[in-house]
């Protein structure tokens, strides 16, 4: 019998009644539901935080027989039904100061037809009051409130702070109700992608427990290495043989593209399940996550900020500057980070930082791929063509090539791109080359100086310097005083050295030496 991976499946429901795999978290949302009562939880988009609201809702229904066979089933003995308040945010597009109120004025109308409805309230923040209390006296229990993708209409408005602060004054008014009505309440839980912070909509809700960075839940959205294997083991071997590698070849395919994630120190790896899923429906390894959404606001918020590309590697930051975002900072790394395009890669207990980096393949590789049009004079469909013969031209050692082909991404680009010329060029540089698979290093530290960049095959050594307004000998003269060469006298490969003039006037590339 075929198995049925639940791709883009969110209602737990559905998925139980129709046979679908389903990765036991059950185990973990009964600790949850034991031990606390107001939670927040933020993870990247597609990572399964929607099933398990959804989860959470079919257990506070009483919903039993879908539980059968997982560790739910054992642990609950009472199974008490409770009014379940459910929204999802995320099915709206919010780009006026109405298309969030129409959101809220829908779901209120909804629930006020099962639970009623006061004349007497007319804002949103009061008619949701009404209807927490009035659930609870009708039903005789008190409410379950989960609220899904909290801060999709604060993500959206991000680079419009007039609409962010209307969609906040709102929200922070809304979710309000949750502490006016804490004797009405039996459990709520709200998940997001990201977590705004100070006057922002959280300000009030202080208690909420956020387990973003918790290590016991570090589990309950994605999968680990271990459910990999005890889930989909089968599933491997059928990857293995339809791409004719053998099984630890299949694994580690696996690992390099979705693995990677810890959301806080120390923490397992988790793979994004919506790619694993979907590469094992296919057969095939891809870019699915990617694919689902384009992440235009990081890259608006990274060219707003003039934010250098290369720095995404090695950012080592503080957890305060993780675990929220201010709405009114010029730092893009917080959204990055709790978007899923970074992940933590190590921590300093001494200093309390967190270095962090792509989790994998798949998302250094598809997020670079999207910048670039972004950032250079090159078309989406054009791009994957360029960097191919790019490929070809830097194994060959063809400076004057892969040169001629840089210098058409740099043609008229755009002047509001260009407003801090040597950080975008930079940029663009550095994206052509990583998105071609080369070790590169920008700002490359020897004993004599740094480097502006340093790119590296099978074959050669490119040792780069680049001058802004000045001449391409003057680049080259500065390698050789410095004697960037010398540091790479060791290595067998031959070292190319080339000096690169970028002109204000042309915002391109005017001359180039190579020797």
Known sequence: MNRLYPVGIQNFEDLRSRGYIYVDKTSLLYTLVQTGKYYFLSRPR?????????????????????????????????????????????????????????????????????????????????????????????????????????????????????????????????????????????????????????????????????????????????????????????????????????????????????????????????????????????????????????PTYLVELMKLHHYPVEEIEHIVTSGPVLDSIDAASTDPVPVIYQSGYLTIKDYNAEFENYTLGFPNREVEQGFLRFLLPHYASVSVSKSPYEIQCFVGEVRKGDVDGFLSRLQTFFDDTPYELARDREVHYQNILYIVFKLMGFHTEVEYRTSRGRVDLVLKTSDYIYVMEFKLNGTAEEAMQQIDEKGYASAFASDSRKVIKVGINFSDETRSIERWIVA
């Open 46 to 294: 597609r990572f399964g935080k929607s099933l398990m609201i959804s989860t959470l809702e079919a257990y506070f229904l009483g919903k039993r027989e879908l539980f059968k066979g997982l560790a739910m089933e054992s642990l609950e003995k009472d199974w008490a039904v409770h009014p379940v308040l459910h929204m999802d945010l995320n099915t709206e597009k919010y780009d006026t100061e109405a298309s969030l109120e129409n959101k809220l004025e829908l779901t209120l109308k909804q629930w006020e037809a099962e639970y009623g409805h006061n004349p007497d309230e007319y804002s949103v923040a009061t008619r949701f009051e009404g209807v927490i209390r009035r659930a609870a006296k009708k039903m005789g229990q008190k409410v379950v409130i989960l609220i899904d993708e909290y801060d999709k209409p604060m993500l959206q408005a991000i680079t419009n702070p007039e609409l962010q602060t209307k969609f906040r004054n709102t929200l922070k008014a809304f979710y309000g109700a949750l502490k006016s009505c804490d004797g009405s309440i039996h459990f709520a839980m709200l998940t997001g992608v990201t977590k705004f912070s100070k006057v922002s909509v959280f300000s009030d809700l202080n208690n909420l427990r956020d387990i973003s960075m918790v290590n016991q839940y570090s589990e309950i959205c994605g999968i680990s290495d271990a459910e990999l294997h005890q889930y989909f083991d089968e599933d491997i071997h059928s990857l293995a043989d339809k791409l004719s590698i053998d099984y630890t070849k299949a694994c580690g395919l696996l690992k390099e593209n979705y693995d990677g994630y810890h959301f806080c120190y120390n923490s397992v790896g988790m793979y994004n399940p919506f790619s694993l899923l979907s590469t094992f429906a296919n057969m095939q390894i891809g870019s699915y996550w990617f694919e689902t959404g384009t």
